[in-house]
């Protein structure tokens, strides 16, 4: 099984995200959560197929939410 350049593009920033939220945890649990939100959206676009297929068509669509979330996260932290 090969792994597109997509997919390792985001496998890269799931591992960011979660060092990233473990590194803030202590001093700022809302943005911590964020990241680790996106985190997990970006494994549901690979894992669950009805999701993925969702977000291949409305890409930009999913770009505003992950970035609605993190700006959320930054506002409230």
């Given at each position: 099984m090969e792994i597109d350049r997509e997919a390792k593009l985001d496998i890269g920033i799931v591992v960011l995200m979660v060092l990233y939220g473990i590194a803030i945890v202590g001093s700022s649990p809302l943005l911590a959560v964020a990241a680790w939100i996106l985190s997990g959206l970006l494994i549901l676009r690979h894992t669950v197929d009805p999701f993925g297929?969702?977000?291949?068509?409305?890409?930009?669509?999913?770009?505003l939410v992950m970035l609605a979330i993190l700006t959320i996260g930054f506002l409230l932290s």
């Open positions: 297929e969702f977000v291949e068509e409305h890409q930009f669509l999913f770009l």
